[in-house]
């Protein structure tokens, strides 16, 4: 077919730019069995490299190198016929070997405590868009607040199999708690929960401007006895949050009552369980502010047991806009966190350490959006 002979001794071609602009014209011919031929001509080199590819896909050696690595920045039409082209002629396993020697994977470890929490799912998606973007890829870890399974998952670290940490955890990973410790992690970022005592960049939400604007909007409607069910010396988010509650009050005028704050930790049983204690306790607000959605599914569970008129008699309010908040009786007054775009951030933040680059900011907070349902009524309204 061709009158040319090829050395592919030192990866070189003789009369490149001939056997070149030959394939390119067969590449690019309207026969499907020319292109074929063209194809399968530097499929069958022993040794791809990445003139093949480019010489495929008929695009340069700097856009095969960029459709490759900085995926993100190749329009999609040609990273697919780049794509393409690395499948012909196996120039795949060329990569993967060079990431081998690099110790670099193009994976990124995620360490979650629970992988059904609400919050979870969608800023999973915004951290798997963005790696994708930039042509990684995301590993899961279920630590389920167990030391020994968060040892285990550090094991793709340690065999290269993973190059930085996503933490949802709120802690650094058992056994990595000083300093020395921390230094032998690779980059990582925490979300959703920031790493107290730490460098950890952190990407969330504002909890504290978040819980002040929520306690607002309960003072708004008339409410001056408002309880707070998720008191925590332990949780940076419940903590957080509290402080918003009591600044919004204090900002008001209005007097904190001990009485009205109650511990939680964030689950349906708390938010059930404090409601019930207040009751016994005979001190009562008249709205509630929760740390989090689930908390407040548990204080509407309590209240609609004692046939209470909800929102007529006491107003509830919770924090995220889990998928549940609208579909609960009466529909929930919440904080709305923006998931995905933190997802998006704490990966993009992850990668730029992975870069060598140094991040502006040690921690990224985003703003969260008041949703107004039907759990929170003007006090005293008929």
Sequence with gaps: ???????????????????????????????????????????????????????????????????????GKVADETRRRVTEAVAKTGYTTNAMARSLRMRRSNMILILAPDVGDPNFSNILVGLETEASKRGYGVLIGNTQNDATRETDYLRFISSNQADGLILFTGHLPYGFGNEAGESRLPPMVAVNEPVSDSDVPFVG???????????????????????????????????LRERGYRAALEGQAIAVDPRLILDGDGTTESGRAATEQMFVRDVLPTAFLCVNDATALGVIISLNARKYDLPRQFSVMGFDDIS???????????????????????????????AGKTPEKKEVLLRSELIVRNSVSRIGRE
């Design 1 to 71: 077919m061709f009158d040319v002979k090829v050395y592919t001794i030192g990866k070189r071609y003789n009369r490149v730019g001939r056997v070149w602009r030959a394939l390119q014209h067969l590449l690019q011919a309207e026969n499907a069995d020319a292109r074929g031929c063209a194809g399968a001509f530097l499929q069958h080199q022993k040794l791809a490299t990445i003139e093949d590819v480019a010489a495929i896909a008929g695009v340069s050696i700097a856009t095969v190198s960029r459709a490759i690595n900085e995926p």
């Design 205 to 239: 939400v504002d909890n504290f401007e978040g819980s002040r604007v929520a306690t607002e909007h309960l003072i708004s409607q008339g409410h001056r006895r408002i309880a707070f069910i998720g008191h925590s010396t332990t949780k940076a988010v419940n903590m």
């Design 324 to 354: 549940f908040a609208s579909f609960v009786t009466p529909s929930l007054t919440t904080m709305k966190q923006p998931r995905l775009k933190i997802g998006e951030e704490a990966m993009d933040l992850l990668l730029a350490l992975l």
